[in-house]
């Protein structure tokens, strides 16, 4: 009988690493994730498998963290999805970001070369490198980014290449673009949008207020993108790759499609300010994924109509159930 085989995935408590934790499960792998210490719980991501996982404590600013997490695991595949990932918050945090996000790539790396020098590593670029680069945006597309994350994350994608050429190791770059689920973080356009349809419709606030409505992405399904992740692990030889649809939509398409889920108007909800704004803005991805499809026979099953109602539906549910909650729950006496 063949090992059973073992993946360690770092940002396990986000919305690819819950996707990715699920899928690899679902293969028979022995899931380990490395998680951060936080003040509060930050696996609700997690609920319904978080006992078939071991979660390791560690942290991309600690180098010797992670050569105790990759000690324990002796994972035959590292996919490294942890990340300070929300664009705004590299320019107030731009120190910090490169630190997690650029430098934790190399910490990672290097411990992986000299604990497990044989597993397969991923890492989860994006393509917020590419930038301003003219689109559809290929494997063969100049970077050009716009925000410190997407400066960090062409370091931490050049630090990935420069491992496979120097040590001859199978280590791979996914260049990924949006992707989205209900388990996005509601700070994300995406999520925002639905979270304020849901409470929109059921009377609970009446505005939303964004940004940049002109602003263009590429928008695919997480639980797509994970299967993606994999595939690129699986391969006789490593290759970075772009994942995208191939489909690019405005911010305000995606407020027109999430608002008639609801049979509301748009128009008649949303505001904008510039306090949403960036200092510089990516203002078109659209990627060509045709070289996934021929090497992964990989391609999206989600479309974009389907992943805003599966966002927006999903939303509704929830709000409810909280709604149902706080006027149900009894006074906590004890405090
Ligand atoms: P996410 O939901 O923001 O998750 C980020 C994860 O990183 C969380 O588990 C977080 O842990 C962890 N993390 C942050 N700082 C850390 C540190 N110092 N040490 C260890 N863990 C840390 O992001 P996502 O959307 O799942 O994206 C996954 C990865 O793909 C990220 O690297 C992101 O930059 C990249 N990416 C995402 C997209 C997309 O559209 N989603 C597209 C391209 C690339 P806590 O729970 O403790 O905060
Ligand atoms: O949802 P966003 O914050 O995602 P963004 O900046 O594209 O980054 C995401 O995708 C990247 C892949 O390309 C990942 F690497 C990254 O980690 C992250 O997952 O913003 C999408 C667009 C932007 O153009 C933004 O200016 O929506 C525009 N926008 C307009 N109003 C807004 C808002 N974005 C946010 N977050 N909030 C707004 O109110």
New binding site residues.
């Given amino acids: 009988m063949s090992e059973q085989r073992r993946a360690l995935i770092?940002?396990?408590?986000?919305?690819?690493?819950?996707f990715l934790a699920e899928f690899l499960l679902e293969k028979g792998y022995e899931v380990f994730g490395?998680?951060?210490r936080?003040s509060i719980s930050?696996?609700e991501r997690l609920e319904g498998f978080e006992d078939q996982v071991t979660l390791l404590p560690?942290?991309?600013?600690d180098a010797s963290s992670l050569m105790s997490v990759l000690e324990q695991a002796q994972p035959h595949e590292v996919y490294?999805?942890?990340?300070?990932?929300?664009v705004p918050t590299s320019w107030s945090e731009p120190v910090s970001t490169a630190?997690?996000?650029a430098l934790?790539v190399t910490r990672l790396l290097e411990a992986v070369r000299h604990v497990c020098p044989e597993a397969r590593f991923y890492q989860?670029?994006?393509?917020?490198m590419f930038g301003q680069a003219p689109a559809p945006q290929t494997e063969q597309t100049p970077f050009h980014p716009r925000s410190p994350?997407g400066v960090a994350?062409v370091y931490a994608h050049w630090a990935t290449v420069n491992q496979r050429e120097s040590y001859d190791r199978f280590a791979v770059s996914?260049?990924?673009?949006?992707?989205?689920s209900e388990?996005?973080?509601q700070e994300?356009v995406t999520r925002k949008i639905s979270r304020a349809v849901a409470r929109i419709s059921l009377g609970l606030q009446d505005k939303l207020v964004l940004g940049n409505l002109e602003a263009r992405r590429d928008w695919g399904f997480?639980g797509d993108?994970v299967r993606a992740m994999w595939l690129m692990l699986q391969q006789d030889e490593p290759e970075d790759l772009v994942i995208a649809t191939g489909v690019t939509h405005s911010v305000e398409q995606f407020c027109e499609r999430a608002f008639a889920e609801v049979n509301l108007d748009w128009r008649k909800h949303v505001e904008t300010s510039s306090r949403f704004c960036r200092p510089a803005e990516v203002d078109q991805l659209v990627g060509d994924a045709t070289r996934a499809r021929e090497l992964l026979g990989w391609q999206p099953e989600l479309s974009f109509e389907d992943l805003v109602r599966r966002m927006v539906t999903w939303d509704l549910h929830r709000v409810r159930q909280i709604e149902e909650q706080s006027h149900t729950a009894a006074p906590d006496l004890s405090r």
Avoid: C, M, P, W
């Fill in positions: 770092t940002g396990i408590s986000g919305q690819d690493g819950s490395l998680v951060r936080t930050s696996l560690g942290d991309l600013l490294n999805l942890a990340a300070q990932s929300f630190e997690v996000t934790g989860a670029s994006t393509s917020e994350y994350k996914g260049i990924l673009f949006n992707h989205e388990r996005r973080g994300f997480a993108y």
